[in-house]
């Protein structure tokens, strides 16, 4: 699993509220990505990161935000929680060596919007 | 723009079949291809990856994949289902010189006794 350790693992917050979750890893990989994951939707790419305070948007980004002020730990925050941010979370990170690649996920965060 | 396609959403198939899991990429460049499966209520588990060696990729659990970069084509197949393949299948692209991995919509495997 890379070391990669997602908190919390589940979650049930109120409309309007903030929330962070956060991804841990202990392997000093470079590239962080936040994935939410929803039926019929695969896996959609939220932001990403490929370095400490370097960070960028995938293809649904608004409505949430992300930090990297360390190598080992990539936030995801959600500002103002809607129902539409219902869904399962998933952190992955992605290792390089010698010019091969692998990414690596973590456990998923379920997050219920009510 | 779409940058992975994969062609079926669902795929039914009887023990002891072949398996075949479609997916096409858009890519101006030999991108990096993976094949994840993702076990119900689980995380996402890597079967077999391409990053510009061996065109034919061998994965896990008797799983493999052929590069076809004149068919921008990159399917996964296996040659006997078994019914621990149930699960869901996604088809992952990480484009030449870029940072995104993008995912397929994935692929249902039902495997029939």
């Known amino acids: 699993d890379a070391g990669i350790t997602q908190s919390p693992r589940h979650k049930v917050t109120e409309t309007g509220t903030p929330v962070t979750l956060r991804c841990h890893q202990t392997?000093?990989?470079?590239?962080m990505y936040w994935y939410r994951q929803d039926p019929g939707h695969g896996l959609r790419l939220i932001h990403y990161?490929?370095?400490?305070?370097?960070?960028d948007k995938g293809e649904v980004s608004d409505g949430y935000s992300v930090s990297r002020s360390k190598t080992e730990d990539f936030l995801l925050t959600l500002e103002s929680a809607t129902s539409s941010q219902t869904s399962v979370y998933f952190c992955?990170?992605?290792?390089?060596?010698?010019?091969?690649?692998?990414?690596?996920f973590g456990q998923g965060t379920r997050l219920t919007v009510v | 723009a779409q940058s992975v396609t994969q062609l079926d959403s669902h795929v039914s198939v009887s023990e002891g079949t072949p398996v075949l899991l479609r997916c096409n990429y858009s890519?101006?460049?030999?991108?990096?291809l993976f094949w994840y499966v993702q076990h119900p209520n689980k995380g996402l588990q890597l079967l077999l990856k391409?990053?510009?060696?061996?065109?034919l990729v061998k994965g896990i659990n008797g799983f493999e994949a052929e590069f076809k970069k004149s068919e921008t084509s990159f399917h996964l197949t296996k040659p006997s289902a078994h019914m621990s393949d149930a699960a869901e299948y996604f088809c992952?692209?990480?484009?030449?010189?870029?940072?995104?991995?993008?995912f397929g919509g994935g692929t249902r495997v039902l495997v029939k006794p």
């Open positions: 992952v692209v990480l484009k030449a010189a870029g940072n995104k991995l993008t």
């Open positions: 392997e000093n990989h470079r590239y």
């Open positions: 391409y990053t510009s060696a061996a065109t």
């Open positions: 890519s101006s460049y030999s991108p990096s």
């Open positions: 990161s490929y370095g400490v305070k370097d960070t």
């Open positions: 992955a990170v992605r290792q390089v060596l010698l010019g091969d690649t692998e990414a690596f």
